[in-house]
């Protein structure tokens, strides 16, 4: 017979201690299984209309996005329907962005776009902007690159207009070539495809791009000589040659469309009569010598005052506000009219310096190839007295511009009525929707003050003179940030910033 065992106060602690571990690792197992649980999501990924259910233990839409090999683009926008953090049964949605071009108010302008077809796009303006600038859609023109291309109207017709005729076509699903081809129009090489509204109307037109030339004949004027006779009274004139006026004939090469001319370019030019100078013969001038001893006394003095300080006094005041006095090396300078250099301080090193409109004082000096410190006076936080060349898709726009570009790129986000409202009052407070704003004192910079300015330089690299660079940031930092511009107002509102 086994014997049992004692109970000892030191089995009692040991088995106590076992009990113990063992709650806390199936407490720690129930745990885990529930967080495992709960992680564990179903959700619907939506790129470009292609809907699939996915499983996924990803917190956010960007963490689910690099799971499933999802390449984010720049302008490409990804929406959540369950806002920052991932939810169970949520959606999200991903919009590739393509580059097409706009025109706003007659300048081209490429625009990233996630529109469906071209009447959307155009909608997308139209939703933000009552009296919206005019804005059509360039369809690239030639003909290959238009087959398979945007739809133009998902919902119904199309008028098209081309060689001034006009005609509906009823399926408006069609790409551009398709809708032309049924019409039996044919593109050259550089007509010009393009897509408007008018009221609730769809317009495909076609510009006919020709090109012509241009002989025209323009006068020669002829000039002026004067010569001395000696054989002429003091004052008398004779007209020894009479002028006759030249001609030349210049042939230009001229772009019509619609056979309008649009531009010119001077191909050759030929003199084909030279002009003849008119020739005025007129009396010589008496000497002082001849006017007696008395009037040689004055004449000598008069000669010496000439000579002496009054040229000298002249001289000086050339360059009366050249302070520093060396204007040695200021060859160029077309805009210094007179050649008074008010305000040109000390800029002795600027060679062909001309164009800079915005420097006070030194009207039509820039460049500053070699000349110390070229202080823009007059321009207030701006490039306005700057020559640059324009290199970017919105190039120092006015705020209409801006604003217009905006209100299609808010709308095509969904940020419409209220949301597009409070992105007007914030980029107002913030920059008067100038694209040169600059915060003195932070270097916050542009139309949404992204503070530091480079910030930007991930949609394009001229961020500094682009608005539609800037404008592209400062929806997407909006779209990250605050989720929608009417909470980033009421950021503002709250703190004084967004």
């Given at each position: 017979m086994a014997m049992a065992r004692r109970w000892t106060p030191q089995r009692f602690v040991t088995l106590r201690r076992i009990r113990v571990i063992a709650c806390i690792a199936a407490t720690s197992i129930a745990l885990a299984g529930s967080f495992a649980f709960t992680a564990r999501k179903s959700v619907a990924l939506n790129i470009n209309g292609q809907t699939t259910q996915v499983t996924t233990y990803a917190m956010t839409a960007t963490r689910l996005l690099e799971e499933q090999g999802v390449d984010i683009k720049t302008h490409d926008i990804v929406t959540t329907s369950s806002g920052d953090q991932l939810a169970n049964h949520a959606v999200v949605t991903v919009q590739s962005a393509y580059q097409t071009t706009i025109n706003i108010d007659g300048?081209?302008?490429?625009?990233?776009?996630?529109?469906?077809?071209?009447?959307?796009?155009?909608?997308?303006?139209?939703?933000?902007?009552?009296?919206?600038?005019?804005?059509?859609?360039?369809?690239?023109?030639?003909?290959?690159?238009?087959?398979?291309?945007?739809?133009?109207?998902?919902?119904?017709?199309?008028?098209?207009?081309?060689?001034?005729?006009?005609?509906?076509a009823p399926n408006g699903k069609l790409p551009a070539a398709s809708i032309l081809d049924s019409k039996g129009i044919v593109l050259n090489k550089e007509d010009r495809v393009s897509v408007e509204k008018d009221s609730d109307e769809t317009i495909l037109r076609v510009r006919r791009v020709t090109h012509g030339e241009e002989t025209r004949t323009s006068v020669i004027p002829f000039s002026t000589q004067t010569i001395i006779d000696p054989n002429l009274a003091e004052g008398q004139a004779d007209v020894r040659q009479q002028g006759v006026n030249g001609e030349k004939t210049q042939v230009y090469d001229v772009t019509y469309v619609d056979g309008v001319a649009e531009s010119e370019t001077l191909k050759s030019e030929t003199v084909t009569s030279m002009a003849i100078d008119q020739i005025i013969a007129v009396g010589a001038a008496k000497s002082d010598t001849d006017k007696g001893s008395d009037k040689k006394s004055d004449s000598a003095d008069n000669g010496k005052a000439d000579s002496g300080s009054n040229n000298q006094h002249e001289s000086s005041n050339n360059n009366a506000g050249n302070t520093g006095g060396n204007n040695s090396g200021n060859t160029g300078n077309s805009g210094n009219t007179g050649g008074n250099n008010s305000g040109n301080t000390g800029n002795s090193g600027n060679t062909g310096n001309t164009g800079n409109t915005g420097n006070s004082g030194n009207s039509g000096n820039t460049g500053n190839t070699g000349g110390g410190t070229n202080n823009n006076s007059g321009s207030s936080g701006s490039d306005s007295g700057t020559t640059t060349t324009p290199s970017g898709r919105l190039w120092h726009a006015t705020v209409a511009q801006a604003q217009a570009y905006a209100?299609?790129?808010?709308?095509?986000?969904?940020?419409?009525?209220?949301?597009?409202?409070?992105?007007?009052?914030?980029w107002n407070r913030e920059s008067r929707w100038l694209w040169y704003a600059e915060n003195a004192s932070s270097g916050a910079y542009g139309i949404p003050q992204s503070l530091p300015a480079d910030k930007m330089a991930a949609f394009g690299a001229n961020y500094r003179d682009d608005a539609a660079v800037q404008i592209d940031w400062g929806l997407w930092y909006i779209a990250q940030r605050y989720g929608s511009p009417s909470k980033a107002w009421q950021n503002s509102e709250q703190i004084g910033w967004y």
């Open positions: 300048t081209a302008v490429p625009f990233w776009t996630v529109a469906t077809s071209a009447d959307q796009l155009l909608g997308f303006f139209e939703e933000n902007q009552n009296n919206a600038a005019k804005i059509t859609v360039d369809i690239k023109n030639v003909y290959n690159q238009l087959t398979g291309g945007l739809v133009i109207n998902q919902s119904g017709p199309v008028t098209v207009i081309a060689d001034g005729k006009s005609s509906v209100a299609g790129a808010a709308a095509q986000r969904g940020w419409t009525g209220n949301d597009w409202d409070c992105l007007v009052k914030l």
